[in-house]
């Protein structure tokens, strides 16, 4: 770990373990009704998102935590691990407006959509400051990424787990 990552060690070690926790948690939950979700047509799509953004999280914080990695590596990591969530957010948002139901609500659509794009974007934000050497606002966006990542990823595994039961 960097001399920069080391005070951010504490945070990443209580954010993996409790992200990795949560994350299993939304998978049992949503297992249980695995079989209604899987017949709605976005509903498996809003879910991968969920979950993959709870992945993100703890492979950012994760990765934090490794010995004697330059700062340029792990910005590339959390640039590659944003990257891998993000398409599973892009197929959520694009499977949700092919959904004839959704196509009369704009606004619902764009609300739905911030929910899940904010921690990607943040992420992406985070890494490019990192990248480009603004380690201390890159590092702290980072942080404000994971928090939000969690926040994000809670709200859409409820709006899934709430839809099965409509």
Do not use: C
Not at 37 to 49: D, E, H
Not at 101 to 109: A, F, K
């Amino acid at each position: 770990m960097s001399e920069a990552l080391e005070p951010w060690s504490e945070f990443n070690v209580a954010m993996v373990g409790a992200t990795a926790a949560l994350a299993g948690l939304l998978i049992v939950a949503m297992s249980v009704n695995i079989s209604t979700i899987l017949t709605s047509k976005t509903l498996p799509a809003r879910a991968a998102a969920s979950i993959a953004t709870l992945v993100l999280a703890i492979a950012v914080t994760g990765l934090a935590l490794v010995p004697a990695q330059p700062l340029w590596v792990y910005g590339t990591e959390v640039l590659v691990a944003t990257a891998f969530a993000a398409a599973f957010e892009v197929h959520a948002v694009s499977t949700i407006l092919r959904d004839d139901l959704h196509r009369g609500s704009r606004l619902d659509l764009a609300g739905k959509s911030a929910a899940g794009v904010l921690p990607i974007v943040t992420y992406l934000v985070g890494a490019m400051l990192l990248l480009v050497g603004f380690t201390s606002a890159g590092l702290l966006v980072i942080g404000i990424a994971t928090i939000v990542a969690i926040a994000s990823a809670i709200l859409l595994a409820w709006v899934v787990l709430v839809e099965v039961l409509r």
